[in-house]
């Protein structure tokens, strides 16, 4: 799944249009949308975007041991 897809999807289970998403992120729709269908939010962005939505962003390699970083 690509991170345009998750933000989207997201967005959607939590009940927010992308446009207060955006707002509530304090950027414009139309640069949401841009850095959306890019795929260039950063992973501090990704981690507002999930607190917005009463989330948490999870980025982490995990190895087949169990052992994540």
Do not use: C, H
């Amino acid at each position: 799944m690509t991170v345009e897809q998750q933000i989207k999807a997201a967005a959607g289970y939590a009940g927010m249009s992308q446009a207060a998403l955006a707002r509530a992120v304090g950027t414009t729709a139309s640069n949401f949308n841009q850095k959306l269908k890019r795929g260039t939010f950063t992973r501090e962005e990704l981690e507002q975007i999930a607190g917005t939505l009463g989330a948490e962003f999870v980025f982490r390699f995990e190895f087949p041991d169990g052992t994540k970083i």
